[in-house]
């Protein structure tokens, strides 16, 4: 994998290597259906990797997501990276924790078009009822078109929804 440009410069991001390993069941196969939010965005795991501790996803910008520009809204982007950094949190604690947004900061790099769109989100701490993570969005050519970080409140789990 192709690592990210410490944000200087040019900023290529990486396409996950699609070749990744799913065929053992993830904590996502326990947890039932795909939230409603996640459908609409058509939210895919590549890969879920413990030792950097990230998720690679891919989305789909549906052409109905676009502003009169013809670009994907800012709305559904941050949907996107908010995404990534949840689902980071939920599949690298084996769904020990329900990550609720505090804050999140994002830079609309480049224009997202309709199309295939991919993700990162990476924790960069966690402790007590706090986590911190990055997110970023990348084209198929690997052009990172929108990057993020945000603060999360961890509550347990809801029961009901673990298998």
């Known amino acids: 994998m192709i690592a990210y ?6 900023e290529k991001g ?8 799913l065929r053992d069941e ?14 609409m965005i058509n939210w895919t795991l590549l890969s879920l990797d413990k030792e950097s501790q990230s998720i690679h996803l891919s989305f789909t910008a549906a052409k109905n997501f676009t502003n009169p520009g013809g670009t994907v809204h800012g709305g559904f982007i941050s949907a996107m990276l908010d995404e990534c950094m949840g ?18 900061t994002t830079d609309f790099i480049r224009p997202v078009l309709p199309g295939e ?5 990476r924790i960069t701490s966690m402790s007590g009822r706090s986590a911190f993570l990055e997110g970023r969005l990348t084209d198929p050519e ?7 970080v945000g603060s999360f409140r961890l509550f347990p789990f809801p029961d009901g929804v673990k298998k």
């Open 142 to 148: 690997g052009n990172v078109l929108a990057r993020s």
């Open 87 to 104: 689902s980071a949190v939920v599949g690298l604690t084996e769904a020990e924790f329900l990550p609720v947004t505090i804050s999140m």
């Open 5 to 10: 440009s410490d944000g200087e410069g040019d």
């Open 26 to 39: 993830t904590v996502y196969d326990r947890l039932g259906p795909r939230p409603p939010v996640a459908e």
């Open 14 to 21: 990486s396409v996950p290597n699609l070749s990744t390993d």
């Open 117 to 121: 769109v991919f993700g990162e989100g």
